[in-house]
């Protein structure tokens, strides 16, 4: 099994920054694309950013130029820089990671979620 677990969530005020970290561990062959996608109650859950395993980032358009995606392939870690905060940008931030398994079999994992709130 793989876990995901995240943390750097929290309360700022419009115009500050958080950066928020997943660390996956267990059993992993290799780690695919890792990302951070959040989720409003009531709304679908959105992408944020993506990172392949090269380090190619994909951002949402609402979040470039402020959000910034990175990754430790060493520590199987991955960050969001988040700068420029907007109440807009509240919301539970869930990181995902598609892992491969022994026989090339790719699975989905998602974290328990971080709360990160903007307040104006």
């Known amino acids: 099994q793989v876990q995901l677990v995240e943390s750097g969530g929290g309360l700022v005020q419009t115009g500050e920054s958080l950066r928020l970290s997943c660390a996956a561990s267990g059993i992993i062959f290799r780690l695919d694309v890792m990302g951070w996608y959040r989720q409003v109650p009531g709304k679908q859950r959105e992408l944020v950013a993506t990172i392949t395993s090269s380090g190619s980032p994909n951002y949402a358009d609402s979040v470039k130029g402020r959000f910034t995606i990175s990754r430790d392939n060493a520590k199987n870690t991955v960050y969001l820089q988040m700068n420029s905060l907007k109440p807009e940008d509240t919301s539970i931030y869930y990181c995902?990671?598609?892992?491969?398994?022994?026989?090339?079999?790719?699975?989905?994992?998602w974290g328990q979620g971080t709360q990160v709130t903007v307040s104006s």
């Open positions: 995902n990671a598609v892992v491969v398994h022994v026989g090339n079999l790719r699975r989905d994992y």
